[in-house]
């Protein structure tokens, strides 16, 4: 997307959401850093593997957040994200898990049943404490 120019209002214009949104949704995604390439085994299935080299699509999305899992005291959860925006296909993924309990321990979380529309992951925390709570962090890379 290309920059979008501030446009000049006086007093007494209105300034809408509309141009509001415009002007965010246009400068934000003109100043991430961009997906020029990538290498799989298909050049819409971004999860299939392989090592052919793609020229990436015009639209690629780049969506990250956070998630909770909070349970019973257990040594393994599961937590769902759904996407604010659905991609095309099934993106990239990668997550991430942290707790910052007492008992600090070493997190693995898995990740599964990956759609485009959102990702399944598995926790599992390796030592003898049980825990009620786990904070996840995510990235999703792939095609609008």
């Known amino acids: 997307m290309a920059y979008t120019a501030v446009p000049t209002v006086t ?4 300034w809408t959401a509309a141009n509001q949104n415009t002007y965010l949704r246009d400068n ?7 997906v020029l390439s990538r290498q799989g085994g298909s050049a819409t299935l971004w999860t299939n593997t392989g090592t052919t080299d793609y020229d990436a699509p015009n639209d690629v999305l780049v969506q990250c957040g956070s998630a909770a899992w909070a349970g019973a005291a257990a040594l393994t959860g599961q937590v769902t994200v759904t996407y ?3 991609f095309s296909y099934k993106p990239l993924v990668w997550g991430m898990a942290n707790f910052d309990g007492v008992n600090k321990e070493e997190i693995n979380i ?4 990956s759609l485009s529309s959102a990702v399944s992951g598995v926790l599992n ?7 009620t709570a786990v904070d996840i962090y995510w990235l999703a890379i792939g095609p609008v």
Do not use: D, I, R, V
């Open 125 to 131: 925390w390796k030592g003898l404490n049980n825990q």
């Open 84 to 86: 604010p925006t659905a």
């Open 11 to 14: 007093t007494g214009e209105l």
């Open 110 to 113: 898995t990740l599964a049943n």
């Open 28 to 34: 934000m995604a003109a100043t991430l850093p961009a």
